[in-house]
């Protein structure tokens, strides 16, 4: 009888161990892969601010900027941050070739997740 009591502790004791594992593996990547909301919400702000800049050099030019450096220093300071920083995940300003279409866009969740607002359109899209 106690070889099967000493069997039994050491296999609860084992599934105790896995169990713990799994839960603190699990907690441990939340906190590395939970999306930084602070980050996202000053994003979502700044891309607010681009698009009043936007609207605002519209509004004295009769068209939508070229680029988005074509608003500083009349109508911004300087360019707000994303959420990320660098030339692939900071904000995006797309024209195409015709100048009709104005899409502005930035990374939200890395590698992808994009927010993105069509000027033309007045509407916001999620890409990916």
């Not at 891309?47 to 605002?56: E, F, K, P, S, T």
């Not at 920083?85 to 992808?112: I, K, N, Q, S």
Request: charged share 25%; proline share 7%; glycine share 10%.
């Amino acid at each position: 009888m106690s070889t099967k009591k000493g069997a039994l502790h050491r296999l609860l004791g084992g599934a105790s161990q896995a169990l713990g594992n799994l839960v603190g593996g699990a907690l441990t990547l939340a906190l590395v892969l939970r999306p930084n909301r602070a980050g996202s919400e000053r994003a979502r702000k700044n891309a607010d601010v681009l698009i009043a800049a936007c609207r605002a050099f519209q509004a004295k030019h009769g068209r939508l900027p070229d680029t988005l450096e074509q608003l500083v220093p009349d109508f911004l300071p300087d360019l707000p941050p994303a959420k990320f920083a660098g030339p692939h995940f900071g904000f995006t300003y797309d024209v195409d070739a015709e100048a009709t279409r104005h899409v502005l866009g930035w990374t939200d969740v890395m590698p992808f997740g994009r927010p993105y607002y069509v000027f033309e359109e007045d509407r916001w899209g999620y890409l990916d």
